[in-house]
């Protein structure tokens, strides 16, 4: 019994089958993303849309929000408008990063990045159109029995993690860094926490408000993602050093061409993991309180650093 105690309170879960479950939830927002976008004329943008939503892709964010929601106890249908709108602006922001007047990147998730294939002027539209569908589909696909105060806060939570004050923000400074030597740890650390941290802190949040989040859970949970958020950011740019390009997907070594600072180019491979890591452990410190119930958020957590793509 003591010894089940002590497994329980470890922040590494050693009974949870992180495998299983990734490909199971993977599935289930797979099929839920392929049923979001039917393609009609103007066929073309629909296309355009569909091709990089549906290019694969870890699917961390959605699997996210569902996971939330269901630690606080609700259910996978209540979260999944939620849990696609989220993948939906990812994908925007991912095909509007790798535009050619942002990083000017060729390839992503393994095929070609959207404007090599559909040209820039299209691509900036389908980002356009993922980007406003994800909040159509927040808002009219959420299911009734979450009441609309909820879904309220979710939509305004949506906007501001991805606007100026977000994601928006982040990639503003990043280009604005873009060949600066000098760049402050206090500036990068605004850069990651904007462009990276921003959004994967409203996948977590908005899944606990839909769930009926108390405000000291909310807190909770706003602290465990900003966390994940900064260690998701410093491995990306760990992996861009070490991963080749097979496994990311993506061009490999950019962010030295481009020098750009990051983690590693200030602090060293080495010091950089340390630091994701230590801000793993407290994530999910921030968690025990929920007990077995937090297994998967915080397995997610961990596959956040250990992660080879
Ligand atoms: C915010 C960043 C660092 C862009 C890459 O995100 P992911 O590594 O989650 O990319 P996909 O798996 O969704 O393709
Ligand atoms: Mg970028
Ligand atoms: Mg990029």
Redesign the pocket.
Known sequence: MVVTDNLQKTSEPARFNLAAYLKERQRLCETALDQSIPVVYPEKIYDAMRYSLLA??????PILCLATCEMIGGSIEMAMPTACAVEMI?TMS?IHDDLPAMDNDDYR?GKLTNHKVYGEDIAILAGDGLLALAFEFVASQTPENVPTQRTLQVIARLGKALGAAGLVGGQVVDLESEGKSDISLETLNFIHNH??AALLEACVVCGGIIAGASPEDVQKLTRYSQNIGLA??II?DILDITATQEQL?KTAGKDLTAQKVTYPSLWGIEESRAKAQQLVEEACAELESFGEKAAPLQAIAHFIINRNH
Do not use: I, N, Y
Request: aromatic letters at 6%; charged letters at 40%; hydrophobic letters at 20%.
């Open positions: 694969g892709g870890k699917r961390v964010r990812h991912l998730r462009k990276t998701f950011q990306d997907g």
